[in-house]
């Protein structure tokens, strides 16, 4: 049974729905098929709402993606859970949990490309489409973004597959993946709207600030600095989206898709029916938890004295836990370190403490901390170094945190500069699963996690097994080939 679920979720038998007649005939009787479905403005926005869901699905944003790109950065250790090989490094491509987010992701993109290619021919208000297609374009970005920081060169499928044997084809370089994915940002850029122009029915959907933020990124990573900055810029005087003044409340259920939210996956809205484990699987082993993903002391050394974010980020010994849940059979009212295989918890995310109520917990992919510190980045790269220092100083100096500004002396040069933005986005997006790419496209993986056993082929993670053996045209990341 293992290996016929293994084999129900490759890259070429997900494409098979939908374009071969007798698998449709025997879909349960409950699945409407997706060939013929978007025949109307409803079920338009029902199939894109389905993009969004898969998100929230549990090899993605449910549980398993965050694994694989945080606990590799040394923020986080996996203590009585599975994958332990992420921990020190030690997986290879037969991977099951590998596949499975790699097959999600494709699934997503599966979605998007029938709504961009049916849509067109529905019968509805033209500006209401457009955005429907601009939404499918920018999570078709997002999920090729997502395969190619992962595994580098991939397959690109731009269109519904007419036959399963349309998916056996070579991977496309990593430029062209690039290439696709700015295309279709653009593309969404010019037809979503700002996200002050939705509606309250339509919180959390893709706005025109999350495709520049997004292009934005994609450009950093090509070393595309001029375009990065045009688009960073973009955002930041749009004066859509400002920090939150409490640090506290930027990962918190109460103010869920705040200012500061530029893109977070939706698990109680837009078709939102996915559970999140993040809950339950960050909190102490206590009371409901399970304390399978625990802060190290990597992270913990990582804050300056007296930043108040190590506070807000992590549960050490002594803090103020959750006394409102305390009752005759445990104490919650101080947290102990006993209660984690570090000693620590990650406390971003689960304030207010929720431990048996996941499913509705959202999860933040992109804020506005994120975009200031990126055009740090590529400001300094640019040489605007009075630039880039003003935009870390906004992050570190937001009133809950009010830490010294850097000052000309400190970061006068590009090198000092890059070094601060380097230990900003540290302890600034602790656990929000950007560490490990960062280090990666820094060249400094090895050097900061060698010691945890990183080697230069995990630059990209090797391509599932299953998918090289079943199709001949895939070639394995080089770096693999002697596994």
Known sequence: MKYIKIATVALSLLFLAGCDKNFLEKSPPDRLPEEGFINSADRLELAVNGIYQQLQVSDLYGDYLPKFLGVPSGEVLLSNTQPLAINNFSFDASDTYMLNIYAAFYQGIKRANTV?????????????????IAEAKFLRGFYYWNLTNMWGDVILITAPVAHPDDVLIAKSP??????????????AIEDLPRVTEYGTNDIGRASKGAAQSLLGKVYLYMEDYESALTQFDEVIKSKDYDLMDEFDQVWNRNFENNKESIFEVQFADIGGSGTSTRNQSHLPGVNGGTGSHVATQLIVDAFEPNDPRLGYSIFREGDVFAPELTNSNINLDTYKAAWSATGYNIRKGMVPILYLQGGGANYPVIRFADVLLMYAEVANTLNMRDEAREAVNRVRQRPSVNMPPLTVAQTGDQTAMFNAIVHERQVELAFENHRFSDLRRWGLAAQELGSLGYLSKHRFFPLPQLEVDINRQLKQNPDWLSE
Request: hydrophobic share 50%; charged share 30%; net charge negative.
């Open 174 to 187: 990593q430029d062209e993946i690039y290439a696709f994915i700015v295309a279709d940002l653009k593309a």
């Open 116 to 132: 961009i290619t049916e849509a067109p021919a529905v019968e509805m208000d033209e500006t209401l489409k457009a955005r429907y």
